[in-house]
Structure formats: C-alpha cells, structure tokens
C-alpha cells in the first residue's frame, strides 16, 4: 500500500500573472497525477491547496495555514520574489521548505528553498552575451515594481557597463498597471538597441502591445533591429499577447517543441520540482532540509526534463540555457547550452569570457 503524504500548493488563481501561476499550478498537479497513478512509486501525494488571490501579503499566512492544518512540510508554490520572501520566515519557524518553480534575480540561497528555475546566469547573462554582439550594447530598462524588476535592473545595468554600453532609461510600473505611454515616448526618444522587460503580467502584455504599434510607425523599433528582451516569458502568455511580441526574445531551461510534453519552462519546472520532492520523500517520507541537501550532494535526479543536479549548497538546478525568438504562437530556438550549472551570486561571471572586454577597475 503505497504511503500518503500531505504537500502544500500556494499558487493565486486570479490576478495580474495569472497565466503564470495557472502555469505553474498545473505542471505540480500534473506531477501528482502521474506520481500517484505508478502503482511502482511508493507513496501517494495529497494536495493541500491555498489561494492567495496574488495577494502578497497573503502568502506568509495561507503557507502558516498549511503548516498548521496539515501534516504537509513541503510546499509547491509562489510566483513572485516578493511573495517567496514573505514565505521564507513561516519556512524557518516550521521547518519546511518552498518548491521554487520560477525564474528570479538570484543573490539568494535558502535552506528551506529549492530554487528549480533559472537563476542570473542561466537567464540574464547569456541573454545579453547574445543580444550585444547581434544589436548593440544601449539598453532601455523596465520593470514591474518590486524586486524581480528592481534587483534583475540593477544586474543589467552591471552587464550593460562590462559590455560598453549605455542604460539610456530605467522605468517600472506598478504590477497590473497597463498605461505605458510614457515608457513608449521615452524609448521613441532614446532610440535604444534593446529593451530589456522585466515587467509582469498585463502590464508586460499592454507594453508589448504598444511596442509594436510603435514599430508599426518607425521601423528602428522593430524586433529585428531593438527588440524586446525578456527572462520570464514563455509560451502560457502568448496567447494574451499575439502578434505583438513576435520576433523578440526570451530565454529559459525550456521552449515547448512540437508535440509538447509541457506547454512552457513554468509547467515543466514544477512538475520536475514535484518529481525531485518525491524521489526522496519515497525513500524517506519525513524528511527535511538536512536530508534533501545529503540526497542533493549525493546524486542526480531523473525527470521529464532530463537528468537535474541540484547544488548542495545553494539549493538551485543545473538546468539547459535556451534562447527562443517568438513566432507564431511558439518559440524557435536560436541557441541552447545544456547543463549550465548555477551561480546565483555570479561569483564565477567573467566579462571578458562574456562579451571579449575586462571590466574595467578604477585604481584610486
């Protein structure tokens, strides 16, 4: 008989990113499915689920919630940096751990946080590595306001200096805001040679939107001579976007090929997190972090995605760096690199091996 374990789920089902959060939601109910249909795996997963409604300060409470109303002690779940951190001291008090499924700015390890997604330098720098050479090293910065677009804005304004360029602009919205005509004059005014997008959500679908209409007008602003850039956006969001983000770029471990077993990197990254998770639960159900980081140090993992090595002592996965240009209703890959290790604190980034041109020091 196989051996019940309560998980936690806390994904909003409403909001400005919902697409993402759906996308995520279903990759982890989807592992569930299949795990509990192996009559050869040993226990069965019992969702406990929380809607926080995107609500960030519900995130901390309904995690709380789970702790206390369940057995549960591992949680699939969140979506925005801003809600991860609010989650990481209800994870310390209760000795649990977070099933990170999403891409985020890095400068964080956590031994309550399994971080499945793209880090820096598995989204950020190989992005630009490709973007500068292609299209020039000016670059125009957006951002929803909080930290994803504050702290992934401030690495690029690093990125953009070691590769000789110009930031021409630094704006953010508010998450959900959707009038973005001032962005659109200032970058019309500007004329930079890429834009990169770190808003969320609608606003980054009402931004894309207006982009092309401006380059409906000038054709300096089309994809193929600035295009929009983006470390987040995958194909869940393309049908909200249509004809508007053909052409531009984004990157991730994961672009759906055609037939698809995942329809985006979200999807697939939490179906591999509730993979891992259960991989060592079946071997030993009352484990925590301690153990999770011995299984880490130990071996690899087999998933859906391929075989996942997760580093010990930061607790993120080595994962495949896919560039994808947008087409027509997917994404075409124009570069991968398998098995990039992490390095959320780009410790090992080197602007020469990056863009062919030390950083320069000033000697005082």
Known sequence: MKRRIEIGILYSRSGSYQLISDACRMGAMRAVADINADRQHGIELVPVERDPQSNADRYATLCEDIFKTSSARHVVGCVTSWSRKET??????????????????????????????ACPN????????????RFGANGFLLGSNYIWGWEMNRVARDLIADAGGKVLGERYLRIGETDVSRLIAEIRATRPNF?????????SYAFLAAYRDLGDEDPAFRPEACPVISCNLTEGELPAIGESGKGHLSVGPYFAPRPAAFA?????????SVQVMADVLSRDAEAGPAEF??????????TRLGPIAIDAHSQHATLPVIIGRIADGFFEVVSREDEVAPD??????DPAKTFGRPRLRVVS
């Open 88 to 117: 990481i001291p209800v994870l310390e008090k209760a000795g649990g751990m977070l099933w990170y499924a999403c891409p985020y700015e890095g400068f964080e390890a956590n031994e309550h946080v399994v971080y499945m997604h």
């Open 122 to 133: 598995q989204h950020l720098v190989p992005l630009m590595a490709h973007v500068v050479p």
């Open 195 to 203: 834009i990169l997008n770190n808003l969320i959500g609608t606003s």
């Open 264 to 272: 985006s990197s979200f999807e697939a990254s939490a179906y591999a």
């Open 293 to 302: 980081s011995k299984a880490f140090a130990e071996r690899r993992f087999s």
């Open 344 to 349: 959320p604190y780009l410790s090992r980034y």
